[in-house]
């Protein structure tokens, strides 16, 4: 009897302190969703696998911890981790591991729309978003069950993509990704399109424009996404919710 009610005592204090996730696949064809959670500033992890195989219109939900920082998720394009796998075993998003991403090194290689948060976070704050900065591969949506914005990406970017930035391309074509510009950039470590090197104060010093064509093009068809490094000022990048909402947020690949 003691110990029944240390156990619930247990699971309601889990309870309090992490928020339900749900990943659902709205895409007509399988996917492979990762999610990192970067270990130097994160002590508590998500009760979910770094990397899991997703067929068309299924869903998990799993819970992360209510301080997340810098968690992100993302997902894997045409996959086979038959042979060699890592982070070329899939033609968009792969990640070092294969399937299941390494917990230390395990982001995705770009093209990769990314999901991405800070829970409770500075003025008690949620943040989240849909970043292309590591350009485009598949349509994503971030939503809440208690009203907060929503942060999208929700339009196929691959076949109008601008020439140079578009693909990698599958088998039959088509093009399954669209580059940033920063992608492109001949020297990522100082470049205005990264926002990098000279260029990294911030806003002031790395203007939009560092970043085109790839901007103009995500930032109009996805004005409620992240379209470069620091795209704050446009009010419609970086998206928040009180903490003290215990958001439940749910990712929606392809809505
Ligand atoms: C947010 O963090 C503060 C400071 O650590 C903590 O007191 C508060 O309970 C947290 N709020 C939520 C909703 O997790």
Excluded at 179 to 191: E, R
Aim: glycine content about 10%; hydrophobic content about 30%; overall charge negative.
């Amino acid at each position: 009897m003691v110990a029944l009610r240390i156990a619930s005592a247990l699971a309601l204090a889990a309870a309090a302190s992490a928020r339900k996730m749900t990943v659902y696949n709205a895409c007509p064809f399988t996917i492979w969703p990762a999610m990192y959670t970067p270990p130097d500033i994160n002590s508590a992890l998500p009760d979910h696998t770094t990397g899991w195989e997703a067929p068309a219109w299924s869903s998990v939900t799993f819970n992360v911890p209510d301080d997340w920082q810098s968690g992100r998720i993302w997902g894997r394009r045409n996959c086979d981790f038959s042979t060699n796998p890592g982070p070329n075993s899939c033609l968009t998003g792969g990640c070092n591991g294969g399937l299941v991403c390494d917990h230390y090194s395990g982001t995705g290689v770009p093209p990769a729309t990314l999901a991405e948060w800070t829970m409770n976070g500075s003025g008690g704050l949620d943040n989240y978003d849909v970043s292309l900065v590591d350009g485009y591969n598949l349509p994503m949506r971030v939503s809440t069950n208690v009203g907060c914005p929503v942060a999208e990406c929700p339009v196929d970017l691959g076949p109008n993509c601008p020439a140079a930035n578009k693909g990698p391309f599958d088998s039959s074509g088509f093009p399954v990704g669209c580059k940033s510009d920063c992608q492109l950039a001949s020297v990522p470590s100082n470049s205005p399109a990264c926002c990098s090197g000279q260029w990294a104060g911030g806003p002031q010093d790395c203007p939009s424009s560092g970043a085109e064509p790839s901007y103009s093009y995500f930032k109009s068809n996805c004005p409620n996404a992240y379209g470069y490094a620091y795209d704050e000022p446009s009010g419609t990048a970086l998206w928040t919710c009180p903490a003290s909402k215990y958001a439940e947020y749910t990712v929606t690949f392809c809505p």
